[in-house]
């Protein structure tokens, strides 16, 4: 004979009660209202039920009647149901005012707890050491930054296209500065030039600039 594992706590109970009544009884989502005296019903379809004894049932219905989300299904109008869902009779408008005032005792005991532990967390935390400020006895010292000196540039004149050879160091015009570089190849009235950032650049033969002759 197989042993009958008994349920020992309320997670336990509610769960074999969803499964076993899921039209009444349910563990995420809205609640629904349950009928009055609906223990008595439970004790009687679970009489032979050896995995559920009638004082942990009771403890379990309690836990599940005092939960926020049933408090908050309280609503005047809204139907009771029975095991298995059936609509037997609305809730009273004195029911919902008993729902919410132990809704809002719940809240705010819970609420207290909150900040007990807080409070109990922060005083149990080691208190961090404060490093002193530095006093600075003197100003320190600015030390002036020159700008290195610029060697002189080059002085430039335009390059005459039939004096231009693969080879050659010049200067492209690009911008406000002309940039370095070297005659890589020819192509008619266009010179291709490698800049000394290592890009490569086709331009036209007025574009380029050789250093004048002292």
Not at 27 to 48: H, S, T, V
Not at 88 to 96: K, R
Not at 114 to 139: D, G, V
Not at 147 to 170: C, F, I, M, N, T
Request: hydrophobic fraction near 35%.
């Amino acid at each position: 004979m197989t042993e009958v594992k008994k349920l020992t706590n309320n997670k336990e109970v509610l769960a074999y009660l969803a499964a076993k009544f899921p039209a009444c009884f349910s563990l995420e989502g809205d609640a629904k209202p349950l009928k009055i005296g609906i223990f008595e019903e439970l004790a009687q379809r679970l009489e032979d039920d050896e995995s559920v004894s009638k004082t942990r049932l009771r403890t379990a219905l309690r836990h599940y009647t005092n939960s926020w989300r049933y408090l908050r299904a309280m609503k005047a109008g809204g139907e009771r149901i029975d095991l298995d869902g059936k609509a037997v009779g609305p809730v009273e408008e004195e029911h919902q005012t008993h729902a919410a005032e132990a809704l809002a005792e719940s809240q705010a005991a819970a609420a207290e707890r909150k900040k007990k532990a807080q409070a109990e967390q922060r005083a149990t935390a080691p208190k961090r050491n404060k490093a002193p400020k530095q006093k600075l006895t003197s100003k320190p010292k600015v030390t002036s930054k020159r700008k290195p000196k610029q060697a002189p540039q080059p002085k430039l004149q335009a390059a005459q296209s039939d004096d231009l050879k693969v080879g050659q160091k010049v200067q492209v015009k690009a911008g406000k500065q002309p940039v370095a570089g070297e005659i890589i190849e020819r192509d008619r009235n266009d010179v291709v030039v490698q800049l000394h950032n290592g890009l490569t650049v086709k331009v036209a033969t007025d574009a380029i600039f050789v250093a004048q002759q002292e």
